[in-house]
């Protein structure tokens, strides 16, 4: 006989498990604790098998026998119902497993060992904010290229554009690690080559080389109203020209004063290589003063309410800002801390030092690789301290 809802409702629990049928292979098992489960019975290829269909009453009696209609044109396909099953059930974990942000995080710990620790942290926390909230639980074969172009647009309108550019590029890697992983068999992201607006890349200002007597006076001035570590700070990244990133990460252990040397260990460069860099007497004053404030510290310029992550990155830049050199004051030219290396290479230049020289001294890679290994670290040894010391000089008399 059919059943009916009525009939279903009313069916008791027994001690033991047992069966009521429906039509057309259509049965319903009814557990021992009251649990009610449809199941289909039908032959494929000469075989007797049972399809599950679902539980009641989450799956009613007429969407029970609407599951049963299905299958029964499947068979008459000669398709097997239950094997549909099976790789609509896979292909279903296979998308909660291969989202986006889930084959992302994969390529990201995948890539990692390749890259500085700071620059994969960078690079994972600008993946996953510009692009998450849009691609974030979507299956990696379900995303087309207009997701991927609403992520990129959405960065440009903020004005963003460099940003924009790298994030485009972050996608197209995990897509191409899906595709290598056999996942996908085209990159979406491929279609979007030259689509983020490009603008004309700025060099980091830096002030005129007539300024910087006047520079290295102010900054005398400036330390004598309370700011001697932003004081010590700056004058040694202009003696030493180094990034500010090198001068705030500095730790003691990296100075040799016998030797007059600082190393500054690759994973702190941006290159990735080991650099040294000769210290002139007035660097070495410079670190003198600074022993006296945070001597016993690891860093040399720690911040103020936490002494173990370094000075902030716009602790330089603020300073020079409050003297004036932001561009808008009379007499002064615009600069930032970085600004003073493009300041010793033009004069250094001047002055006919070894190009080699000073381009090594400013940390600066040869992109041809065999010349690259073959300009070691420490090369032009003896020359690179008679002119940092030439330099310290020049700044001194300046």
């Known amino acids: 006989m059919a059943l009916t809802d009525l009939y279903i409702k009313r069916l008791k629990a027994r001690p033991k498990d047992y069966w009521v049928t429906d039509e057309k292979g259509l049965r319903l098992l009814v557990k021992r604790n009251g649990s009610r489960y449809w199941r289909l019975n039908y032959r494929f290829l000469g ?98 290229t207009r997701d991927i172009l609403i992520v990129i647009k959405g960065i440009e309108d903020r004005g963003a554009l460099d940003v924009a550019s790298r994030v485009l590029q972050d996608i197209r890697r995990v897509f191409s690690y899906a595709i290598r992983r056999d996942l996908l068999r085209v990159n979406p992201a491929s279609e979007l080559t030259g689509v983020v607006k490009t603008y004309k890349r700025k060099h980091q200002p830096s002030m005129q080389n007539h300024e910087l007597g006047e520079f290295m006076h102010n900054l005398e001035e400036y330390g004598k109203r309370g700011f001697f570590i932003t004081q010590y700070a700056l004058q040694l990244l202009i003696y030493t020209f180094t990034r500010s990133g090198e001068i705030r990460g500095a730790t003691w252990d990296e100075f040799d004063f016998k030797k007059s040397i600082w190393k500054i260990p690759a994973e702190r460069m941006k290159m990735g290589t080991e650099h040294l860099v000769p210290l002139s007497k007035q660097a070495l004053s410079v670190l003198v003063k600074v022993q006296e404030i945070s001597g016993i510290e690891k860093l040399l310029f720690p911040m103020i309410n936490d002494r173990n992550r370094p000075m902030s990155d716009n602790t330089m830049r603020c300073a020079m800002r409050r003297m004036g050199y932001d561009g808008e004051t009379e007499g002064k030219s615009k600069a930032t801390p970085h600004g003073f290396r493009a300041n010793a290479s033009s004069i250094l230049n001047e002055q006919g030092y070894n190009p080699d020289a000073i381009e090594r001294q400013l940390s600066h890679m040869e992109r041809n690789s065999v010349r690259a290994a073959y300009i070691h670290h420490a090369r032009y040894m003896e020359e690179r301290t008679k002119m940092m010391q030439w330099w310290a000089d020049y700044l001194d008399q300046a």
Do not use: C
């Not at 609509?88 to 620790?117: C, P």
């Open 47 to 144: 075989k007797q098998k049972t399809l599950a269909i679902g539980v009641y009453p989450d799956v009613s009696l007429k969407m029970a026998r609407e599951e049963r209609e299905k299958a029964k044109l499947l068979i008459r396909q000669g398709t097997d119902p239950s094997e549909v099953k099976k790789e609509k059930k896979f292909s279903m974990m296979l998308n909660d497993t291969n989202t986006f942000s889930i084959l992302a995080k994969q390529w990201w710990e995948h890539e990692r060992g390749t890259w500085k620790k700071d620059h994969a942290e960078r690079l994972w926390r600008r993946l996953k904010m510009n692009s998450f909230k849009i691609l974030d639980r979507k299956p990696i074969d379900q995303i087309l």
